[in-house]
T-cell receptor
Framework: GAVVSQHPSRVICKSGTSVKIECRSL??????MFWYRQFPKQSLMLMAT?????????EQGVEKDKFLINHASLTLSTLTVTSAHPEDSSFYIC????????????FGPGTRLTVL | GQQVMQIPQYQHVQEGEDFTTYCNSS?????IQWYKQRPGGHPVFLIQ?????EVKKQKRLTFQFGEAKKNSSLHITATQTTDVGTYFC????????????FGTGTRLTIIP
């Protein structure tokens, strides 16, 4: 149980285009989802917290208009990188909390974004 | 803001040797979690410690939460090649908060 999927797993796009990443909890309801960014050989940096039916809470320094987050249902959250540039290239990982388990986060497999 | 540091940053060990990573938080934590990330993979939850001084074991892995609830350690006995990866500790950003601050991580490589 507690499986989280992410799509796509890998995307290459041209500078200036927008990319949407989906995060789904497959077998549980996720009241809260988190979006992280990870640079090579570095730790996970929290970008935003997404709660179903409400606006996402962004961490300091993360541009809301750049990284649009929508949490439309208890099983789906999306991250849209708008007008992507090469510096946005990174590994984006989502995680979800099962309302039945207080602290544990279940991570998706990640999306590797490369902006040319 | 809260900082969670881990040492060492890298550790290379001979297969069969023991390995320990240490985690230190700048603030008191309500709980500490440990995750493992294999190369090219995503973090996988290992364990959560809640009580001061708590020690938990999972086969060859021993996790400890400090008395002051600001530090933790993960010890692996007799490492195997399957232990390769980066080990992260993580604690709530604020006491009781659901957001996690991840440690800097310790990358373990095994020499066969």
């Amino acid at each position: 149980g507690a499986v989280v999927s992410q799509h796509p797993s890998r995307v290459i796009c041209k500078s200036g285009t927008s990319v949407k990443i989906e995060c789904r909890s497959l077998d549980f309801q996720a009241t809260t989802m988190f979006w992280y960014r990870q640079f090579p050989k570095q730790s996970l940096m929290l970008m935003a917290t997404s709660n179903e039916g409400s606006k996402a809470t962004y961490e300091q320094g993360v541009e809301k208009d750049k990284f649009l987050i929508n949490h439309a249902s208890l099983t789906l959250s999306t991250l849209t990188v708008t007008s992507a540039h090469p510096e946005d290239s990174s590994f984006y990982i989502c995680s979800a909390r099962d309302r039945g388990r207080l602290y544990e986060q279940f991570f998706g497999p990640g999306t590797r974004l490369t902006v040319l | 803001g809260q900082q969670v540091m881990q040492i060492p940053q890298y550790q290379h060990v001979q297969e069969g040797e023991d390995f320990t990573t240490y985690c230190n938080s700048s603030t008191t934590l309500s709980n500490i979690q440990w995750y493992k990330q294999r190369p090219g993979g995503h973090p996988v939850f290992l364990i959560q410690l809640v009580k001061s001084g708590e020690v938990k074991k999972q086969k060859r892995l021993t996790f400890q939460f400090g008395e002051a609830k600001k530090n933790s350690s993960l010890h692996i006995t007799a490492t195997q090649t399957t232990d390769v990866g980066t080990y992260f500790c993580a604690g709530p950003s604020n006491f009781g908060n659901e957001k996690l601050t991840f440690g800097t991580g310790t990358r373990l490589t095994i020499i066969p």
